[in-house]
């Protein structure tokens, strides 16, 4: 296992459209991260699962953003009805329990025209 | 909101030289971690410093936190141009076990 991967790796959608991206942990990594960063700044947390469970959720996701990780393995991240302020990159990152180091992900880079 | 502010926002020194950066955070913390980020790219965690330790050394890099001046310093000694890339510090949220919150980064751009 290399790492943690992420797909797309970019995504051009037009705005009002639904978008949706997967995240894949290092394996037996049971905490998973989601973050947006936007340009010239730090990643932002949005929300944070300890195996399946979605234990927290910064206020940063409106009910139009909604985070999945069915099986405690994969993740993904939807966006509904996607605004031109939902530009930015969203990082993934994965931990095992116990360790605070966090390992991240390439990034999906969202571009809302 | 973001926890840790790093100080300067930009940096560009010539290679071999030292490299300083800082970073001042709000709240009490157990550690606090500086993580690199390269152009575009993902983030790789360089070193973390516990809330109980002064001084950590990870090969060319030097990690100093003062808990009484809620500030951090992250010394890159003999700078290369792989260096070049935003460093971030992020500190763990004190009400949350897990959650990390990282500061606005420094850009660090070293010139041959």
């Known amino acids: 296992d290399t790492g943690v991967s992420q797909d797309p790796r970019h995504k051009i959608t037009k705005r009002g459209q639904n978008v949706t991206f997967r995240c894949d942990p290092i394996?037996?990594?049971?905490?998973l991260y989601w973050y947006r960063q936007t340009l010239g700044q730090g990643p932002e947390f949005l929300t944070y699962?300890?195996?399946?469970?979605?234990?927290?959720k910064s206020r940063l996701l409106s009910d139009r953003f909604s985070a999945e990780r069915p099986k405690g393995s994969f993740s993904t991240l939807e966006i509904q009805r996607t605004e031109q302020g939902d530009s930015a990159m969203y990082l993934c990152?994965?931990?095992?329990?116990?360790?605070?180091?966090?390992?991240f992900g390439p990034g999906t880079r969202l571009l809302v025209l | 909101s973001q926890q840790g502010e790093e100080d300067p926002q930009a940096l560009s020194i010539q290679e071999g030289e030292n490299a300083t950066m800082n970073c001042s955070y709000k709240t009490s913390i157990n550690n606090l971690q500086w993580y690199r980020q390269n152009s575009g790219r993902g983030l790789v965690h360089l070193i973390l410093?516990?809330?109980?330790?002064r001084e950590k050394h990870s090969g060319r890099l030097r990690v100093t936190l003062d808990t009484s001046k809620k500030s951090s310093s992250l010394l890159i000694t003999a700078s290369r141009a792989a260096d070049t890339a935003s460093y971030f510090c992020a500190t763990d949220w004190y009400s949350s076990a897990s959650k990390i919150i990282f500061g606005s980064g420094t850009r660090l751009s070293i010139r041959p």
């Open positions: 699962f300890q195996n399946e469970a979605q234990l927290e």
């Open positions: 410093i516990r809330s109980n330790e």
């Open positions: 990152a994965s931990s095992p329990s116990g360790e605070e180091t966090q390992y």
């Open positions: 394996s037996e990594h049971n905490r």
